[in-house]
């Protein structure tokens, strides 16, 4: 038992924790921006707070509009010194770490927790790929080739906007400057081809922010979202393209060498490993794991079947909770127990090269796939500036100008994304310019009903809540033996006092 004066120095402990969080979080040389919670109900960004009609046609001789497109993507720290603002951001936000209302204060406690406990480890895996994420590397050429293509396929001239979600440019920043740029109509493109709404939700939830408390200050803006296109023909072919280069280079050696050891087995494997999610999340009607499957399943398709084989799974997990399976660090090592030889490795869910390619899979993975005996490994690059890719983002951009807009609230209640403040006369242009009778507002009311008789299940809160008792624990037990967790399991005590 712990005595009680030790029990004072225990909660002193974790109020001062607090405490440093509360300042952390206010501390412009740390974060490098005021880090603001967002509440958990959203005012909705229709039709009298911001125009989303559908984009007037090129077509009618009236004046162009001043187009921009504004590309949303998941940012990464460009130094070494940037690591742990940039991981207080990520677990700041409710669509990373859900937390039961009650616990809701709590989230900038255990974003600062947690960022301070894996700033080390992210910091020395942001040093083995070189010091920083190259994301904003690729995005901005990206959007520049994107411009050049627009502008030679089409004779359409757009600026292009970059606006990250945990770090510069941030998404408030690059809205500024469209404020500026004074745009009449903004395409917004999610750089995720799969909604998640722990990745495009939560992008586009800063947006119906930003719209919904700001709206005098963009005028007669006309804006339009598209939340995925992971079935596009053009993407599809363009991932096909680049896994084929894979296959390709494999040689007669290495494909006998396969068939001699697992005869059973076709002799080219290929894992598609996407980014991972809290099964809750899909519970809750997250449909990114409906995304991911049929994408797969579109690839698989044009893929030659007669010597491929193909799997998923999911990487990157973080924390306790239950997360999509198969693990990607379960599935490697199957497959070299089954006698697989050679495995071409997609990112599938990434269009640009960052920590999770470079650092995790072509180092963590590809070291653990070795150590099972895959020998002939191959990853298969993301699509940063490939020319197929860029060639469909700009068709796909001009096809959303030529089509009924659809608003950042109805492609948030379109996928799911919860805790949305639905008024009860909810006047959207509507999805098909179908306008308040179209199904994403009947979906919109139920989902405010279903808010209002309770949202999730029983046994999804209680599952919730058992998880964040854990992580309490967890923080309770470290800061009592000044040890991590693992090392109090392995050191056979979990109340060994220092």
């Known amino acids: 038992m712990l005595s009680q004066r030790r029990m004072h120095s225990i909660i002193a402990c974790l109020w001062g924790v607090s405490l440093t969080a509360f300042v952390y979080s206010f501390s412009p040389s740390q974060m490098h921006r005021p880090h603001r919670l967002r509440s958990s109900q959203l005012n909705v ?37 940037d690591v742990e603002g940039f991981l207080f951001n990520l677990f700041a936000d409710p669509d990373i770490i859900r937390l039961p209302a009650p616990l809701a204060p709590l989230q900038g406690f255990i974003a600062y927790f947690i960022s301070k406990r894996r700033a080390p480890k992210s910091r020395a895996a942001y040093e083995s790929i070189g010091g920083g994420s190259p994301i904003l590397k690729y995005s901005n050429a ?24 945990y770090w510069h440019p941030f998404t408030e920043e690059a809205l500024e400057q469209i404020r500026k740029d004074q745009i009449d109509a903004l395409v917004i493109l999610p750089l995720y081809p799969q909604f998640s709404i722990s990745t495009s939700g939560s992008s586009l939830r800063v947006l119906q922010e930003e719209f919904s408390k700001n709206a005098p200050q963009y005028g007669n803006l006309v804006h339009t979202v598209v939340p995925s296109w992971y079935n596009r023909p053009g993407y599809v072919n363009a991932m096909v393209k680049l896994i084929q280069k894979e296959l390709d280079s494999y040689s007669p050696e290495e494909i006998n060498e396969a068939l001699d050891t697992a005869p059973d087995q076709k002799p080219l494997h290929v894992l598609f490993s996407a980014h991972g999610v809290p099964k809750s999340y899909i519970e809750a009607g997250d449909p990114y794991q409906k995304q991911i499957v049929d994408c797969v399943e579109q690839i698989k398709s044009v893929l030659p079947s007669d010597n491929v084989e193909v ?37 599938i869910s990434f269009v640009s090269e960052h920590i999770e390619t470079l650092e995790e899979i072509d180092i963590e993975y590809r070291e653990l796939a070795e150590e099972h005996g895959i020998t002939n490994w191959r990853r298969c690059p993301a699509l940063n500036t490939d020319e197929a890719f860029i060639t469909d983002m700009a068709d796909l951009v001009y096809e959303a100008l030529q089509e009924p807009a659809q608003s950042v609230t109805e492609a948030c209640v379109a996928n799911s994304v919860s805790e949305i403040s639905l ?48 992580v309490l624990v967890t923080v309770l037990l ?21």
Request: aromatic residues 6%; glycine residues 12%; neutral net charge.
């Open 478 to 498: 470290e800061l009592v033996n000044g040890k991590s967790f693992m090392q109090m399991v392995q050191g056979g005590g979990l109340f060994r006092l220092p």
């Open 311 to 347: 799997h998923l799974s999911y990487q990157s997990r973080v924390g306790p909770i239950e997360w999509l399976r198969p693990y990607t660090d379960d599935v490697l090592p199957e497959l070299g127990d089954k006698g697989v030889k050679n495995l071409v490795v997609v990112p």
């Open 45 to 81: 960004a229709n039709a009298l707070s911001l125009n989303t009609t559908p984009f007037p046609s090129f077509a009618e001789g009236i004046k162009t509009p001043k187009v921009g497109v504004l590309l949303l993507n998941l940012g990464g720290p460009e130094t070494s010194d």
């Open 142 to 165: 990206q959007a520049d080739l994107l411009k050049q293509s627009l502008s030679k396929r089409y004779g359409l001239d757009v600026e292009t906007y970059i606006g990250m979600r």
């Open 423 to 470: 008024e009860d006369d909810i006047r959207m242009a509507g999805v098909q310019g179908v306008g308040a009778e179209s199904p994403v507002v009947s979906r919109a009311r139920s989902s405010l009903m279903a808010q209002q008789t309770g949202g999730l299940q029983f046994t999804e809160r209680i599952t919730a809540r058992v998880a964040i008792l854990g």
